[in-house]
């Protein structure tokens, strides 16, 4: 038996238009797995299902219903914009900001209305894209709104207006596959453009069979996808998929095009001067930052590295993934060969903005900490960072486990901790976060020793038991050289550290069972220090052998020689990595430091 259709809808308010998109953007996300295992162009990367649901998924958890369409147009185009991610979240939400920046001042939209605010919108997504290619979502979006404007005389209701748009929808979408040869090749369809069209079809679903008392109270679930056909790998040209937020840019969108056409391709630049969100493929994610910093205020910026993507999805070698933070320090060739996948802790010098080890490596850092009056401040990874990391995870693994530095010191793992529940539930797949009550080499180590248990095949269950078993032998001890750091940092008063300078006494600065950081013994002199952390090594080699240990420092490679040399005469191994401190740890301890973190057996 039919469904009966709802009563006609001739005029469409704010709430209508918020409920509308609401039942749109739960279908893309119940769908982002499909999505993300069809994703081959521009990059196959595996994560538009992911990007696409990120950019919608704020307006979810941010945004109320307002009785005015203009006012809840606006809301709904600037939070897409500000969560914009991917290619494909960039290019929708320039198409929401069209929409809202062509519609009128009205509380209510007629369908000529609407049309025409759509059919104009189509120019702001063109505009913003460097080098347009045809065949992707932005022909199913100009389809979709030319069949909607030619046609706006002849539908006198929004619900037929979106049940008639169907069939162009989809003969749009089939005729990616014909336009482009990478899709014709993996004999696929684009997956932004499947994603529009799944935002559609999840806005005739709401028009047929529920109510808006059902969409509320569903639950977005991500529907598993088996793909038949494999897409085939290619190689990655350009690593980071980097993307901004300036606001109050200085320069108009042509001038932001030729910067980001000097280091990359994929380009996008959408939204107004007093708000641009930026997207480019580049392989110097620090370099394009520093010059962009010219342009305006960054509030926000990322840089995925699309090799580590493109490897989760062609090349996974275990079903387990691993997380973790930048500050673990372990050398990039283990990172890469256990396919570690890391989130960068946020980095302030005054206004301008850092990625840990991304947009600012340590030898960068220790140059601005010398010579910079600002003392820099850390933020931890926000929830969000990690949404978007699980849901891409989870669209390709069995399971995931997050090992993460101390409570103590961050709330990066209360972040990660609620990521993980939410997306756990959604996709239904385990996902287990460790506080490893340490940081640094220690976490290092402590990440490096999980991952080879998965490589050797232990269960899911089994990894995060001995990892927590590890976790509370694990030691970190850091000499530090000059106590003006810790000072500035607000770890030690200025009174305490005069007296101690007076002294010349420096400390040694670990981590205890609780995972907060301690002064845990003192000398006279540097060289008096680093004998008191070889003191304390040599005690817990008498009780048990030592599974190996990574040598750290800050701009100080001297000592970690004298490190590396002691510590293989007393436990008869090689460092597993021999790593310039991690910039989050560095601005406290400062420069000249070195550190030991080891594991016992």
Known sequence: MATALPAPLVEMDGRRLYYTFIAGARKVIEHQVELNKINVFPVNDGDTGTNLASTIRAVIDSLHPHKSYKITADRIAETSLVNARGNSGIIFAQFLYGM???????????????????????????????????????????????????????????????????????????????????????????????????????????????????????????????????????????????????????????????????????????????MKRLHVHTNTPADLFSELRETGTIAFQKADDMIRQSDVVYNRKWKIAIVTDSTCDLAQDLIDQYQINMLPININFGENHYLDKVTIQPEQFYKLLEENNDYPKSAQVNEKSFTNLYSHLASHYDSIIAIHL???????????????????????????????????????????????????????????EMTEGWAKKIKVLVSVKNLKYLIRGGRLSATRGLIARMLNVNPIVSIDESGKAVVFDK?????AIMERVIHHVKQQAREGSIWNYIVLHANNEEAANWYIARMEEITSLKPVSVVNISPVIGANVGIGAAAVAFLPE
């Open 100 to 274: 809202s920046m062509e519609t009128g001042n009205f509380k209510t939209i007629n369908i000529a209305q609407f049309a025409e605010s759509i059919k104009k919108s189509i120019r702001y997504i063109y505009e913003a894209i460097a080098n347009p290619v045809e065949g992707t979502m932005l022909t199913v979006i100009r389809d979709w709104a030319d069949y909607i404007y030619d046609n706006r005389n002849k539908f006198t209701d929004f619900n037929e207006m979106f049940l008639g748009s169907v069939e162009i929808l989809n003969r749009s979408l089939i005729e990616t596959k014909s336009k482009l040869a990478v899709l014709a090749k993996a004999n696929v369809v684009d997956a932004g453009a499947r994603g529009f069209v799944l935002f559609i079809e999840g806005i005739i679903e709401f028009i047929t069979h529920r109510n808006i008392k059902e969409l509320i109270q569903a639950k977005a679930e991500t529907a598993l996808f088996e793909k038949i056909e494999e897409t085939i790998p290619q190689n990655v040209e350009f690593r980071f998929c980097t993307e901004a937020l300036i606001k109050d840019c200085k320069v108009n969108s042509k001038s932001i095009l030729e910067i980001l056409n000097r280091y990359g391709d994929s380009i996008v630049v959408a939204g107004s001067d007093r």
């Open 523 to 527: 000398a006279f002199n540097q060289k």
């Open 406 to 464: 101390s409570d103590k010191l961050s709330g990066t793992f209360g972040s990660s901790q609620k990521a993980a529940k939410a997306i756990s539930r959604e996709f239904n797949k385990p996902i287990s976060v460790i506080n490893s009550k340490s940081l640094s080499g220690a976490l290092g180590l402590l990440v490096l020793r999980a991952a080879m248990a998965i490589e050797e095949g232990y269960s899911h269950e089994k990894v995060v």
